[in-house]
């Protein structure tokens, strides 16, 4: 096939027995011979009221659910794959919970309390509604994900001064009407486009952006009217809260999370948000303990953020996730507003970029076949 020639290394990735097996239920899903995490969500019938339910109700059932999901995960494929669907499942649930949250809007830990049901706007200024600036196969993701079919959401929680994807996440704020620029979607627009991805032979949905965290509601939401036993995948800054994170742990197969800041103060000065290291490491250790596990960081080397952040992020995934894979990211470019950052305004040097690797390598962690 024509990815093959375009990245060769999309099939040696597979020669390495560790990537083998750290992702080991994607490939699986892959050969046809694993279930997406969804489809087997969609079999967990769920009774409840979800125009009466307390929020607090919902979210105790939400953890029930979670465990009995948990445990048919541990059943033979062949039981699985002869489950039924449910007319209100796990997915439904959480898509009631997300909607319920959007009344007082909690997705990221900015936890902005706006009602955007009512067209309130928090840091995002996304109403209930999401919106979809392009969706294609993607052949320039990490080598085991492509062709990945991509779908790349407006607008993002963050506020990165030095942004690549500026014009999705920041540029269009207060100067254009986003309807000029993405396509308004709903969880049955967002499905077909899923589907017409996987007709194309995406290897996964891979939500990103901006950030899909803003429109958490319609990616679970569209999974009840998604059918293909294909790989979820969240692509994420990974500010999410402690809430939103339970609603989509059981769903993802992939998890594609950035992890820029090896501390608090320096997220703070460049991307604007508060408690970063501290709610991202939450966040990660999370998926790798209770989540799929199977994931790939994603580590931009920032020049002159040797010591403070490459190494500390280095450090916390060989002691505490460290089944993940790590992207050590080398395309760090000075844009957008890097100007004002004298210390950022530059590329990183090759010495900065080996010593991040060759600190890598001396604590085992594994690289190099998806960098
Ligand atoms: S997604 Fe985050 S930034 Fe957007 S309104 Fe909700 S809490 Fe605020």
């Given at each position: 096939m024509a990815f093959r020639i375009l990245r060769p290394d999309s099939l040696s990735a597979w020669e390495n027995e560790y990537i083998l097996k750290r992702f080991s239920n994607y490939r699986g899903i892959l050969d046809g011979k694993q279930i997406a995490r969804y489809l087997i969500a969609k079999s967990l019938e769920c009774k409840f009221?979800?125009?009466?339910?307390?929020l607090e109700v919902l979210e105790n059932l939400l953890k029930e659910k979670s465990i009995e999901f948990n445990e048919l995960l541990k059943k033979s494929i062949a039981s699985l794959k002869n489950r039924e669907i449910k007319a209100s499942s796990y997915i439904d649930l959480a898509t009631t919970i997300a909607n319920r949250y959007l009344?007082?809007?909690?997705?990221?830990?900015?936890?902005?309390?706006?009602n955007r049901i009512q067209n309130e706007t928090g840091?995002?200024?996304?109403?209930k509604d999401s919106y979809v600036s392009s969706a294609f196969l993607h052949f320039g993701e990490e080598s085991v994900l492509v062709p990945s079919g991509t779908i790349f959401f407006q607008s993002c929680n963050f506020g990165c001064v030095?942004?690549?994807n500026y014009d999705l996440s920041?540029?269009?704020?207060?100067?254009?009407?986003i309807e000029d620029i993405a396509q308004k979607i709903n969880e049955k627009k967002l499905a077909a486009i899923a589907e017409r991805l996987v007709e194309k032979g995406a290897f996964n949905i891979n939500y990103v952006g901006g950030d899909p965290i803003p429109n958490l509601h319609t990616i679970v939401g569209s999974l009840k009217y998604q059918t293909s036993n294909i790989c979820q995948l969240w692509n994420s800054?990974?500010?999410?809260t402690n809430e939103s994170l339970s609603l989509i742990i059981d769903f993802m197969d992939f998890w594609l999370p950035d992890f820029k800041y090896g501390n608090n103060e320096c997220a703070e000065k460049y991307?604007?948000?508060?408690?970063y290291f501290d709610v991202i490491s939450r966040n990660h250790k999370r998926i790798h303990?209770?989540?799929?596990?199977e994931i790939i960081i994603r580590h931009l080397v920032m020049p002159?953020?040797?010591?403070?952040?490459s190494k500390p992020i280095l450090d916390y995934v060989a002691k505490e996730i460290p089944k993940c894979a790590v992207?050590?990211?080398?395309?760090y470019r000075p844009q957008y507003?890097?100007?004002?950052y004298k210390e950022i305004n530059r590329l990183p040097t090759s010495q900065e970029i080996a010593d991040v690797k060759n600190y890598a390598d001396k604590l085992g962690i594994l690289y190099q076949p998806v960098s």
């Open positions: 009221d979800p125009n009466n339910d307390s009344e007082s809007c909690i997705f990221c830990e900015r936890r902005c309390g706006v840091y995002c200024l996304l109403t030095f942004c690549q920041q540029a269009w704020k207060g100067r254009r009407n800054n990974f500010y999410l991307s604007g948000i508060k408690n303990d209770e989540g799929s596990g002159n953020h040797i010591e403070c952040c992207n050590i990211m080398q395309q507003k890097t100007n004002k």
